[in-house]
């Protein structure tokens, strides 16, 4: 046998040998690699959620849970809207003005809002973190007053809240309820958890 056939032998076997190294050290790396990204329960706790509004008539509202917290988003009527602008007097800051829960610039209006027909916020009471529910207008609850225009009530303690979110005065809750960042990708799809300047 020529030195010639054994110098191309050789070199047959050392090109498979370092392939199948390579092949076996890309097999360990990835799985390795990957072990840094975040896991799915962290990329949903955080991540952007998408929400189809469509089908939200006019005075209905739905929930969506964000970052593990019940976002609501309410399809307000005309009446509502108009009726905003004549609660300034009952409402302990209704210009959202405290700081504790800071508020996008384009929901600084009346309504907190992007577009004045729907609102979006976080459905927990600033107070001690309870859950809140909607009383309608003329629902007869005990536990509003008797020219009540709708809104939110949280039963734990009796703060009360406009079709806007804003806290009305003398109430336990501190500050109105949060506006969580969100924009509009389309008229029916709304992104909660980001906006154009994140």
Same mark, same amino acid.
């Given at each position: 046998m020529s030195d010639a056939a054994v110098d191309q032998g050789r070199r047959t076997w050392i090109a498979i040998t370092c392939g199948a190294g390579a092949v076996g050290g890309a097999a360990v790396a990835v799985p390795f690699v990957s072990t840094? %990204?975040?896991? &799915? *329960?962290a990329r949903a706790a955080g991540a952007p959620v998408e929400v189809d509004i469509s089908k939200l008539a006019p005075g209905d509202r739905m929930t969506? &849970?964000?970052r593990g917290k019940p976002v609501w988003i309410l399809r307000r009527t005309p009446e #509502?809207? &108009? #009726?905003l602008k004549s609660l300034d007097g009952q409402l302990a800051d209704p210009n959202s003005e405290r700081t504790a829960y800071p508020i996008p610039?384009? %929901? !600084?209006?009346?309504? *907190?809002?992007? !577009?004045p027909e729907f609102l979006v916020v976080i459905g927990i009471c600033t107070h001690l973190g309870c859950s809140p529910g909607g009383v309608a207008k003329g629902s007869g609850n005990a536990s509003v007053p008797a020219d009540w225009p709708g809104g939110f009530l949280c039963p734990c303690h009796g703060s009360t809240f406009d079709l806007a979110g804003r806290v009305y005065k003398n109430k336990p809750a501190p500050d109105n309820l949060e506006v969580p960042p969100h924009m509009?990708?389309?008229d029916t799809v709304l992104l909660i958890g980001e906006d154009k300047k994140a």
């Amino acid at each position: 046998m020529s030195d010639a056939a054994v110098d191309q032998g050789r070199r047959t076997w050392i090109a498979i040998t370092c392939g199948a190294g390579a092949v076996g050290g890309a097999a360990v790396a990835v799985p390795f690699v990957s072990t840094f %990204a975040p896991s &799915e *329960r962290a990329r949903a706790a955080g991540a952007p959620v998408e929400v189809d509004i469509s089908k939200l008539a006019p005075g209905d509202r739905m929930t969506v &849970e964000w970052r593990g917290k019940p976002v609501w988003i309410l399809r307000r009527t005309p009446e #509502q809207i &108009e #009726q905003l602008k004549s609660l300034d007097g009952q409402l302990a800051d209704p210009n959202s003005e405290r700081t504790a829960y800071p508020i996008p610039e384009y %929901a !600084k209006n009346t309504g *907190r809002s992007i !577009k004045p027909e729907f609102l979006v916020v976080i459905g927990i009471c600033t107070h001690l973190g309870c859950s809140p529910g909607g009383v309608a207008k003329g629902s007869g609850n005990a536990s509003v007053p008797a020219d009540w225009p709708g809104g939110f009530l949280c039963p734990c303690h009796g703060s009360t809240f406009d079709l806007a979110g804003r806290v009305y005065k003398n109430k336990p809750a501190p500050d109105n309820l949060e506006v969580p960042p969100h924009m509009y990708l389309s008229d029916t799809v709304l992104l909660i958890g980001e906006d154009k300047k994140a």
